[in-house]
């Protein structure tokens, strides 16, 4: 099966030309259910984890000492805006602890990720450690297979600066204002004010950065604001190495919604498009990891939106 974001409604840098100096390329994963190995990318399958290599468990100071959850893995030769590994590393994997007990507040996640050389692992660990027990069943993923697909992104409308960022934020708010005022026109007709909203696409909505799984691109910051990603190694400014998200699209983000063709296309096949995973991350948000693109092994910082 084939998943593609339809165009976007309207052309971003047509409307506002100085968001060219500002495009990048994303990697939608598209992550559907399947049965993964572990020499696929995927979601929530085998690792590709070598035998005798000591599986890592959760060190933070709670109650929980147990086997971390494997996540997700990704290879450089599938995902075409993963960011470099250290080294040489074509392969990401991730791993968190199944239990929300870390940080100051105590509600923290513990993410774990491990770059490696694919070529090296001759014998594949089998069967992989797993939890006996979970704190939040969001934290365990589906099996999933992925389907990549890349797209065009600008930055969170709050990134945006100077006369530009003036010039889109004007643009959103008026818009939303009509859509607003178009629904209190038919709000006896609930069906025609959301045809109303929808008609009216705004940047920050369907023309900068796209939801669900992805690698690369630009961060969305929807809930606490642009914040600092400098490496905390050397003070440079990191990029998105990934975005673990607990939904594909979302009631405001509805144009991202992928389509479908191909074998298996039309049976069965928008069942449970927007969360085949499971995970949730936070209140049904999103996980943000950043790389040094300075230094690849340099420590990745984490942000939950």
């Not at 990704?74 to 805006?81: G, I, K, N, S, W």
């Not at 296309?265 to 049904?284: K, L, M």
């Amino acid at each position: 099966m084939i998943f593609t974001t339809p165009p976007r409604p309207l052309d971003a840098e047509a409307l506002f030309p100085g968001l060219a100096a500002h495009r990048a390329t994303a990697t939608r994963l598209h992550p559907r259910a399947g049965r993964p190995t572990p020499r696929d990318s995927h979601v929530g399958g085998p690792l590709l984890w070598p035998t005798g290599e000591p599986w890592p468990v959760c060190d933070e100071p709670h109650r929980y000492s147990g086997p971390l959850l494997a996540v997700a893995q990704l290879y450089a030769r599938d995902v075409p805006d993963l960011a470099p590994g250290p080294d040489g590393c074509d392969l990401l994997q991730v791993l968190w602890c199944p239990f929300d007990l870390h940080g100051p507040t105590g509600y923290g996640m513990h993410v774990r990720l491990r770059w490696r050389r694919s070529a090296e692992v001759r014998e594949v660990l089998a069967p992989q450690p797993r939890p006996e027990r979970v704190g939040f069943d969001g934290y365990v993923p589906e099996p999933c297979v992925l389907h990549p697909e890349q797209v065009t992104e600008y930055p969170y409308i709050e990134l945006l600066t100077g006369e530009l960022g003036e010039r889109v934020e004007e643009w959103d708010d008026e818009r939303e204002e009509a859509a607003y005022e178009e629904e209190d026109e038919n709000d006896e007709d609930e069906s025609e004010g959301e045809t109303a909203a929808a008609a009216l696409p705004t940047y920050q909505s369907d023309l900068s950065v796209a939801p669900g799984w992805k690698a690369g691109g630009h961060a969305a910051w929807n809930v606490t604001g642009p914040g600092s990603a400098d490496c905390q190694a050397c003070g440079h400014a990191m990029r998105l190495l990934l975005t673990v998200d607990s939904c594909e699209w979302r009631s405001d983000s509805e144009s991202w919604r992928p389509r479908t063709a191909g074998a298996g296309a039309g049976v069965g096949a928008a069942a449970d498009a927007n969360r085949p995973t499971g995970v949730a991350v936070g209140n049904f948000g999103k996980l943000n990891v950043f790389s040094c693109p300075r230094d690849p092994a340099h420590p990745h910082r984490f942000s939950v939106q």
